[in-house]
Nanobody, 121 residues
Framework: QVQLVESGGGLVQPGGSLRLSCAASGSIFSINAMGWYRQAPGKQRELVAAITSGGSTNYADSVKGRFTISRDNAKNTVYLRMNSLKPEDTAVYYC???????????????WGQGTQVTVSS
């Protein structure tokens, strides 16, 4: 019904920057919230940042001031700009979209396939 395609992960040195993108497509009626989560080896998945349809944002304390989430509603795309990256930011990053789907009632959660971000010298 809804497909998410992520891009932008990779290997970067400490202090470097990356931008992740996630494009949603399919039987979307409207998108409510969009966000990014991450999961490091041996740890639980955690919220990194989220943005509502109205543009309100929420960040994990560990990334405040370094990461910026944004969205392009016309393209059903969410971005995560990551600056001043640290080794502890290393994880698989997952895009999440909460949307109303054509022909269905209620909000549904969809997940991207994940993109690896490695911060290492």
């Amino acid at each position: 019904q809804v497909q998410l395609v992520e891009s932008g992960g990779g290997l970067v040195q400490p202090g470097g920057s990356l931008r992740l993108s996630c494009a949603a497509s399919g039987s979307i009626f409207s998108i409510n919230a969009m966000g990014w989560y991450r999961q490091a080896p041996g740890k639980q998945r955690e919220l990194v940042a989220a943005i509502t349809s109205g543009g309100s944002t929420n960040y994990a304390d560990s990334v405040k001031g370094r990461f910026t989430i944004s969205r392009d509603n016309a393209k059903n795309t969410v971005y995560l700009r990551m600056n001043s990256l640290k080794p502890e930011d290393t994880a698989v990053y997952y895009c999440n979209v909460r949307a109303f789907v054509v022909g269905e009632r209620g909000l549904y959660d969809y997940w991207g396939q994940g993109t690896q971000v490695t911060v290492s010298s």
